[in-house]
């Protein structure tokens, strides 16, 4: 009997097990020393310890451990089910033989040498005539036996769905581990009326004790927030954020109560988006709500709880919503440096976070499932409507950051695209689902090339298709009012779409198309993206800036707009500038954007153009002021982005300063006295600024992969 118990021993080591084996009577050495029921059991109480406490507890009946029956008792059959009772008592009360009496008193046993094998054989042989009733059980009341076998167990967010098995309503199955639901009154699981000994008896156990609760995140609840607090967050975020992201349900989501009670994580997420907007209205120097570093301290603790303690509540369309959020408007962090704060975003963390959504979006089959109710228009509830705008939205912004971070994109928007008629004619639509639905048909659009154009006629041919888009939303839009986003929608979004497609293309060409129409359509879309940050005076009547104009004034409707955007759109600003500024240093374009003219002996023609005056500075130099005038001087990524574009609207105004002094010592004859560092041919000058233009870049946080490689290898180091 010692060899037993040293086995079972070592059993309980290897699997984490309580003791026990088939009988309570059985110790281990180390309990049996210490004089314990079980130190698996009695001594690790701490949910940080025992992985088995953290579990959601089962509404099964408890189970006693006194209770235990080492020849199972017979199950216990509902009167309904006189049909299968035979058959069910048969498991109980067989002929089968009893355990062997050395087991059930091990404290006179024989000495294990003689009686371990003889135990062994005496319990496989049990274990075979169990096993055999059970599969007869189960084959002869298959109408009426719902097994184990028969339910996929849902316990983990890592746990994905198999095509197929969308159920109903498109809810997935909630079945909780080592525990299936006793509303089944056939049930043959471990926590009906069977007892199950052995490793599995850890299950029964566990399951009947609640949890200390350690994990309350909600804001109100941990006096974080006020509820007053709450409700005007949440005005602020459904007023001045949501226009910018609008997958979020108007009529459904505005309800606080609802939101708190059904996701603490949707609640959190709106909360720490809304709180960035907490004083703008006073124009204080910092909008962040006094206490937001809490409120994103709760929101980071129930992401990882989701992420890594997921139970069947999260498994919801909320939680996907709440995580785009969270990737549209990334929290900022209290810094230690002169109280500062400084905001998460980067194009990697954005994609990892709506990574974390898509995965999420995928096990719930959402992807799959969300388009089929569309498929009868008539019979489309307000629920299914928020499946698919919220799909819609997570499927553009997924290819929406492969353009931009240069990642691949994930989701398919082919089934979406089949049934979007259909979801833009039902009852429960929003007035932004129409812009929702345009940007969807460029992402469409832009999924046949996977992202990736490699010939010009595919960028020729993305252009057609969003002009066809835009002609299609104005003409929506017509007789009805029309947003401010929507009537910045055209520059804004489509024209980042176009920009970026064609720097998708242009990382790929080769030097002799970098330089072709791509390249012309490109510096086009990208200076509609700055000219429209200007008030519309500042324009011509074909939306392009006089060259004559001297400065250009920041459109108050765009700051308005600015303000509250989401984090990505000041990286879309950001970029089209330095793309401007990057081709003025390659020399392919002068100051006021139009091709550069070479002499006949190869040798460019200099741009006479006062660099203060040209369109280049201009455009520049509108985006920085636009973003100061949209953002407080603390806790706003505008701040981030305003000194990139003021050094380089200042790279501009140096390559005149520079110029002239080159041109004065080559009038005194001692231009060799000039500094390696500001040595002036057009080579060296956009090589010295284009390694300050790269340093900027990298000082603002931002990702050398979105820009487009059109230089050669020996300017800015970029291949």
């Given at each position: ?5 040293a ?6 080591s ?59 008792d ?60 059970l ?32 159920q ?153 919503q ?28 954005a ?34 409507v ?11 912004s ?65 252009d ?35 920009l ?23 510096i086009?879309?990208?200076?509609q ?26 459109d ?8 509250y ?90 390559s ?40 900027m870049?990298?000082?603002a ?19």
């Amino acid at each position: 009997m010692q060899l037993l118990q040293a086995c079972v021993c070592l059993l309980t080591s290897s699997r984490k097990q309580k003791c026990g084996g088939f009988t309570y009577d059985i110790k281990c050495r180390p309990c049996i020393t210490r004089g314990v029921k079980c130190s698996f059991q009695e001594e690790v109480k701490d949910l940080r310890y025992n992985p088995y406490l953290r579990l959601r507890p089962s509404r099964s009946s408890p189970i006693s451990a006194d209770s235990v029956r080492p020849d199972n008792d017979a199950l216990p059959v509902p009167a309904s089910s006189a049909a299968i009772s035979p058959t069910l008592a048969a498991l109980g009360h067989g002929d089968a033989q009893p355990l062997s009496p050395a087991l059930l008193a091990p404290n006179h046993a024989a000495p294990a040498d003689e009686a371990l094998p003889n135990q062994i054989d005496s319990l496989k042989s049990r274990i075979v005539d169990l096993e055999s009733r059970l599969v007869a059980a189960q084959s002869g009341h298959a109408d009426y036996i719902h097994t184990p076998s028969q339910s996929r167990v849902e316990t983990s967010f890592v746990h994905q769905f198999k095509a197929g098995q969308a159920q109903p309503n498109h809810q997935s199955p909630i079945i909780s581990l080592g525990s299936f639901s006793n509303s089944n009154s056939h049930s043959l699981s471990p926590q009906g009326g069977v007892n199950t000994d052995g490793p599995l008896k850890a299950l029964n156990s566990i399951q009947t004790h609640d949890p200390v609760q350690f994990e309350v995140h909600d804001p109100v609840t941990r006096s974080v927030l006020t509820e007053g607090e709450a409700h005007v967050i949440f005005r602020l975020y459904f007023s001045n954020c949501h226009p910018n992201a609008p997958f979020l349900d108007v009529e459904l989501d505005t309800d606080i109560d609802r939101v708190r009670s059904s996701s603490v994580l949707l609640f959190l997420a709106i909360l720490s988006v809304g709180g960035r907007f907490w004083s703008a209205s006073s124009k204080t120097s910092c909008w962040l709500h006094p206490r937001y570093t809490e409120v994103v301290r709760l929101l980071d603790a129930e992401v990882m709880r989701v992420t890594l303690r997921p139970n069947h509540d999260d498994q919801k369309l909320e939680t996907v919503q709440a995580l785009m959020l969270c990737a549209h408007w990334m929290p900022f962090d209290l810094t230690n440096v002169q109280e500062r704060y400084r905001s998460r975003f980067s194009e990697a963390g954005a994609w990892q976070c709506l990574g974390l959504a898509i995965r999420w979006a995928t096990a719930l089959a959402l992807e799959r499932s969300c388009h089929t109710s569309f498929l009868s228009p008539e019979t489309v509830t307000r629920e299914d409507v928020q499946r698919f705008r919220a799909m819609l939205y997570l499927v553009e912004s997924d290819h929406y950051l492969a353009l931009s971070a240069r990642r691949p994109s994930y989701l398919n928007p082919k089934p979406l695209h089949s049934v979007l008629s259909n979801f833009l004619r039902c009852k429960y639509v929003q007035s932004t689902d129409i812009r929702l639905a345009s940007l969807f048909k460029v992402a469409y659009g832009a999924h046949f090339t996977g992202c990736r154009p490699t010939t010009i006629e595919s960028v020729e041919a993305f252009d057609k298709d969003v002009q066809l888009i835009e002609r299609q939303f104005t003409s929506s839009q017509s007789g009805r009012s029309m947003d401010g986003f929507s009537q910045h929608f055209p520059f804004t979004s489509l024209r980042w779409y176009r920009l970026s497609y064609a720097c998708a293309f242009l990382d790929a060409a080769d030097p002799a198309q970098r330089s072709g129409k791509a390249l012309t359509w490109a510096i086009e879309w990208a200076s509609q993206i700055l000219t429209h940050l200007s008030r519309p005076s500042a324009t011509t009547n074909n939306g392009v800036p006089s060259p004559i104009q001297v400065q250009m004034e920041p459109d108050p409707s765009v700051i308005d707009i600015m303000s509250y955007a989401i984090d990505h759109y000041f990286v879309v600003i950001a970029y089209a500038a330095f793309f401007l500024v990057n081709s003025w240093l390659s020399n392919l374009i002068d100051m006021n954007l139009r091709p550069t003219r070479q002499h006949s002996n190869g040798t460019l023609i200099q741009d006479a153009t006062d660099p203060s005056t040209s369109l280049l500075f201009r455009l520049v130099d509108v985006a920085a002021r636009t973003f100061e005038a949209a953002s407080p001087l603390e806790g706003h990524l505008a701040r981030r982005y305003a000194p990139l574009l003021h050094g380089m609207a200042d790279l501009i105004m140096s390559s005149s300063t520079q110029a002239q002094i080159q041109t004065h010592l080559q009038t005194v004859g001692n231009a060799n006295a000039v500094m390696p560092d500001t040595n002036l041919g057009p080579e060296f000058q956009s090589h010295h600024l284009g390694d300050d233009l790269w340093e900027m870049w990298q000082q603002a946080g931002l990702e050398p992969m979105i820009w487009s490689n059109i230089l050669d290898d020996n300017q800015l180091g970029l291949s």
